[in-house]
C-alpha cells in the first residue's frame, strides 16, 4: 500500500509563485509515476502535470512554460513549481502516483490552491 501526503497549497495573488511536494511511502515500486492532478469548482478532475522515475514529464497545455515539475527519486517525493499563477490556476490540486507495474493508481488528499487576482 502507498500513502501520499501533500503540502504547499495556500492563498497567492496572480503572477506569484507556490510550491507544492507529494511524499510517498510505503510499498513503493521502482518504476513509476507521479505528478499532478487538479479540479476546479464545477469542473472535472484534470492532468496538470506527471514525471516518471525514469524523468518523462507530460504537461497540459494551459501549465507549459509556467509550472515545472521535478522529483527526488531517492526520498519518492515530487514537486511543482508554480509560476505566473492565474486565477483559472484555482483548484484543488491532487498529488498521484501510478505503480508501472501494476498500474494502481493512488490519489492523495488535495490541496487547495487560491490565486486571487
Known amino acids: 500500500q502507498v500513502q501520499l501526503v501533500e503540502s504547499g497549497g495556500g492563498l497567492v495573488q496572480a503572477g506569484g509563485s507556490l510550491t507544492l511536494s507529494c511524499a510517498a511511502s510505503?510499498?513503493?515500486?521502482?518504476?513509476?509515476?507521479m505528478g499532478w492532478f487538479r479540479q476546479a469548482p464545477g469542473q472535472q478532475r484534470a492532468l496538470v502535470a506527471t514525471m516518471t522515475t525514469g524523468g518523462s514529464t507530460n504537461y497540459a497545455e494551459s501549465v507549459k512554460g509556467r509550472f515545472t515539475i521535478r522529483r527526488d527519486n531517492a526520498k519518492n517525493t515530487v514537486f511543482l513549481q508554480m509560476d505566473s499563477l492565474k486565477p483559472a490556476d484555482t483548484a484543488v490540486y491532487y498529488c498521484y502516483y501510478l505503480d508501472l507495474n501494476q498500474y494502481l493508481e493512488v490519489w492523495g488528499q488535495g490541496t487547495l490552491v487560491t490565486v486571487s487576482s
Open positions: 510505503g510499498s513503493i515500486f521502482s518504476i513509476n509515476g
